[in-house]
């Protein structure tokens, strides 16, 4: 089966689309269906930025999926993105969402290498 490409001139277009897709998803509290656009990302050929995965972070704060929001962090650092200012208030979301534990996701922006 071959994967769809997008067109190279329209890439910017549809990188944006669907950073923009993740954050509405967020703002809908569909934390599932957020995650899922990164792979979906993937498939069409292009790489998720720090601006799709802080979006995907800040969806995990549904329900305080601190799981979740690890396993992005360490998928951005794997993709060589570092993180920002956004990415720090998503994951005080997504800890505050668990009843304030600040000091646990800055640990965790500390541990994982950059």
């Known amino acids: 089966m071959q994967r769809s490409r997008v067109d190279c001139r329209r890439v910017p277009e549809v990188f944006h689309a669907y950073t923009a897709a993740i954050g509405a998803c967020d703002r809908s509290g569909q934390k599932g ?11 069409l050929g292009l790489a998720p930025g720090i601006e799709s995965f802080n979006a995907a972070v800040l969806a ?55």
């Open 33 to 43: 269906a957020a995650l899922g656009l990164l792979p979906r990302m993937r498939d």
């Open 60 to 114: 995990c704060r549904h329900g305080g999926d601190r799981e979740a929001a690890h396993e992005l962090i360490y998928r951005l650092r794997a993709a060589r993105l570092r993180p920002d200012a956004w990415t720090f208030n998503a994951l005080l979301e997504v800890y505050g969402a668990r009843g304030g534990m600040g000091h646990e996701a800055l640990a965790l922006l500390r541990e994982t290498p950059p």
